[in-house]
């Protein structure tokens, strides 16, 4: 069972400017996301085959953070027919498997993307995101969520064909208790079986989930969630010891010990 890691980060970002390469509660962002991934290594590395973190990206800054670390990865440059702002970030996480198995004359199984953005991830939910698809057969995929907050059968609402506005799916419930459960993707972590990634069937596929801890996970995609991110960190992090972990690790990395 070879596993391949990926860190797939564009330079720029027109929500939040420079967001993969800022500061975050004292360290550069990637910190975070190489910590989780290095302490999964020393962890469980040797339950599997061969494990790679590979680093598709533009940014030379980001690159720059990431060899501060002395964490090992393989650089694969990001195409510039894959570095646009309507780029499915899949087709790039596709790119780089195919360009990672020609370099490294390896064949992976399974391929684990951790996005720098929703940093707060433990090993826990990297191990449980891969275990939820390597545990069923049919699955083709497994990604990290939360419990949400909302539901379009309750809740959330969109405009219509006639102007007006009523909940996103049809439905008689009259307590929020009776819809069927609905999950946020909190785009934290995606595991991927090669043969669906290669596949192209992006859009019919059988997903598996992991469930990760509710408020803790927020995806930047504005100044306020990267505010709000910073405060949540300090508050779960003092919590919860699994993310105390990979916070005394980050430090590690971030002095380059």
């Not at 990865?73 to 780029?87: C, F, M």
């Not at 390597?134 to 990604?143: R, T």
């Not at 819809?179 to 993707?185: G, H, I, K, R």
């Not at 989930?209 to 508050?235: F, G």
Request: net charge negative; with cysteine.
């Amino acid at each position: 069972m070879n596993i391949l890691f990926t860190i797939c980060a564009r330079a720029g970002s027109k929500g939040v400017k420079s967001k993969n390469i800022r500061m975050f509660a004292g360290y550069p962002l990637v910190c975070y996301t190489l910590a989780a991934y290095s302490l999964f290594i020393e962890k469980h590395g040797e339950e599997y085959g061969e494990i790679r973190l590979a680093v598709n990206t533009d940014s030379e800054k980001l690159l720059e953070q990431i060899n501060q670390t002395q964490t090992a990865y393989t650089y694969i440059p990001r195409k510039e027919t894959l570095s646009g702002d309507t780029v499915a970030k899949i087709d790039v996480i596709r790119d780089t498997l195919l360009r990672m198995e020609e370099k490294e004359g390896i064949r992976f199984d399974i391929v684990l993307d951790l996005d720098l953005t929703s940093p707060l991830r433990t090993v826990k939910d990297i191990k449980g995101t891969l275990e939820a698809v390597l545990g069923s057969k049919e699955a083709d995929i497994s990604f990290s969520v939360t419990e949400s907050r909302r539901s379009p059968y309750f809740n959330m609402v969109c405009k219509k064909e006639n102007g007006f506005y009523n909940t996103v799916l049809p439905g008689n419930f009259a307590a929020r208790q009776q819809v069927p459960a609905c999950f946020d993707m909190n785009a934290s972590i995606y595991a991927y079986k090669r043969e669906y990634l290669l596949s192209g069937r992006t859009g019919e596929r059988n997903a598996v989930i992991w469930r990760m801890q509710d408020t803790a996970v927020l995806d930047i995609d504005s100044e306020e969630d990267y505010e709000l991110l910073e405060l949540l960190e300090d508050y779960y992090t003092k919590k919860e010891p699994a993310l105390m972990e990979v916070r005394n690790y980050r430090g590690k990395q971030g002095e380059g010990k």
